[in-house]
Every structure is written in C-alpha cells, then in structure tokens.
C-alpha cells in the first residue's frame, strides 16, 4: 500500500512539473521540501522512540524485572511517550548523530542533530564539547538568523540569561547553519549554547568564527570540536556555570593539520589570532578530554576573510 502511494505521489509531482506555470516548478519545490521535512520528522520520532525502548529495557534489567515478559508494555510506554512529546521546544530528540569522531566526556548526555554533536552536563546546564564538520558551502549559507533559543531535555533554560550580561553564546555557530531551516533551528537549541560577554562573543570569538569560515572555503571540510573550560568550582549564573574561558579546535583531516586556540572569557577587540593560539595538550589538561589529533600548529592558516565575504554576497545575492 505504502508503494501504491509514492507511486501516485511521484506521478502527480511530475505532472505538475509538466504542466509548469502557476501550478508548475514553484509548487514542486514547495512540496518536495514539505516531503523532506516529512521525512526527517518521521525519523526523528523512529529515532527518539527507540532510544525510550532502549532507556526502559535497562531500567527494567536493572530492577531485576523479567524484560521479556514486560516488552509489549514497555513498547506501549515509548508509544505513548512519543505521542506526548513536543521534538522542538522541550522534548530530547534523538536525531541520527554525525558521521563524526567524538571524544568520550563523563558526566555528559549526547545530544544528536543534523549538523553538530553536543555533549551537555545537565548539571552545570552547559555543552562540555560540541562537535561539528563544516563544509565550504555549508558556510555560504544564506537564510536570516534565527531567532528561536530553546530549551532541550535538561537544559538550561533561555530566560536564565534574562538580565545577566551575558550572551547566549553559540559553540557550533549560527552562521555555519544557515543553509537549512531545521539545521538552523537546531543550533539555537540550549545544548549548543554557554553563557559569553559580548565584549568577547560579537570580537575575537567571532573572528576566530568568521577565520574557520574562510578556512573551510579554501581548503574544504574541517572538524571542529569548541567548548568552554570548566574548573572544579565555577562561577555560577544561576545554577549554569560561567566558563572563565572558551577552546576551540580546527582539524583539517585531508591536511593532517590541526590549530587550538583558547580565549579567556574578557573582551577582546577583533584582531589577529595569533595571541590565541595554544596547543591540544593544554586543553586535554584543562578539560580532562582527549582528542587523538595530533600536535597542533604554532601559527594561524591565512585567512582571506575578504574572499569569503565576496563568496557569501555572491551566493546570497546580497
């Protein structure tokens, strides 16, 4: 029945397309992004309903609970948390993560979306890592910035910043998810976000951003693994923890070429990056995570943040 379906789909998409005019291309794109959309929520609800399954087998093996005897009850428990769930504004959603190397981080959650990883400590309401590869033309993205700051599982919450001084600062940025609505919307998601004085979020931080850009342009795919430096006993905004500082990692893997860089958490004019650079012994020290990249370099790539602003406007049309 489902192939009988698609079949008339199919057929009624491309008549449209054939007919052209009011009726024609536009509205074949319209509806091809609605199926995509279709799509990626159907999985993330077959993603977000397993991993439930997965969470109460566990639970009921631990209780010492026969898990056999108890598989139709639990598969209806996941059934009727699913239905319950809202997969944007609240609710943990269990998207497929990517196809990417992720360092272990304890005390951490995993959070999947389509464009970046998020190991998130529900208990300093803060990512420890977030972990993303950029391509060149995922940074000409060209849809206006969103404005959706959303709390996800045990997050913190966007209003915990109200009046604070702080920014919501983006680690995978909004800039480098500009190329999808959903990929967009995700990365406004709380798990992606850590608390940042402007004086340094809108400076140097954005210019290391704007440089990582001009980086993936010209050379082509980079990982990226950024985060925030914790110590044992942080300032606390609330109950989220303020980072006295911020890392960010730039692997290129075609290359074998690999840049660290730490800034403290002060205001910093944009400027060369220079000062920034440090090395990935000195963040696996502060962190306590290992990386498995190899040995950073001493001196930032070349960036030509002119080409890629040229590129951008190109692309945009603006």
């Not at 992720?102 to 400590?121: I, M, R, W």
């Not at 913190?156 to 600062?169: C, H, I, N, R, V």
């Given at each position: ?42 999985q ?21 609970l ?20 809202d ?30 990883v ?56 909004a ?42 342009l010209?050379?082509?795919d ?17 109950d ?33 990056l220079?000062p ?43």
């Amino acid at each position: 029945m489902t192939l009988i379906w698609i079949t008339l789909a199919v057929a009624a998409l491309i008549t449209a397309f054939l007919l052209g005019g009011k009726y024609g291309h536009g509205w074949l794109q319209e509806e091809l992004a609605k199926e995509r959309k279709l799509r990626a929520d159907l999985q993330a609800e077959r993603n977000l309903a397993v991993a439930l399954l997965s969470r109460a087998k566990k639970a009921a093996a631990t209780a010492g609970l026969d898990v056999k005897k108890l598989f139709p009850f639990l598969t209806l428990l996941a059934m009727i948390c699913l239905a319950s769930c809202d997969g944007g504004g609240g609710a943990l959603v269990y998207a497929q993560c990517p196809k990417i190397p992720v360092p272990a981080v304890a005390g951490t959650e995993k959070f999947c979306h389509t464009a970046y990883v998020s190991l998130y400590d529900a208990q300093l309401k803060v990512p420890r890592l977030v972990a993303y590869e950029l391509t060149g033309p995922h940074t000409l993205g060209c849809l206006p910035r969103a404005s959706g700051f959303h709390a996800e599982g045990d997050s913190a919450k966007p209003s915990e910043y109200d009046g604070s001084g702080q920014d919501l600062g983006h680690q995978d940025p909004a800039q480098d998810n500009a190329w999808d609505e959903q990929v967009s919307h995700d990365s406004f998601s709380m798990v992606n976000i850590a608390p940042q004085l402007p004086g340094l979020n809108r400076q140097e931080w954005e210019r290391l951003e704007e440089s990582v850009r001009a980086w993936a342009l010209e050379r082509g795919d980079l990982l990226v693994y950024v985060g925030p430096v914790i110590p044992a006993a942080p300032k606390l905004l609330e109950d989220i923890a303020v980072p006295p500082a911020f890392w960010k990692i730039v692997i290129d893997r075609k290359r074998g070429e690999v840049l660290a860089f730490e800034m403290p958490q002060r205001e910093i004019p944009k400027g060369d990056l220079a000062p920034w650079v440090t090395t990935v012994k000195a963040i696996e020290a502060q962190t306590g995570i290992r990386f498995n990249v190899g040995t950073a370099g001493k001196v930032p790539w070349p960036a030509d943040l002119a080409g890629w602003h040229k590129a951008h406007k190109e692309a945009c049309g603006k």
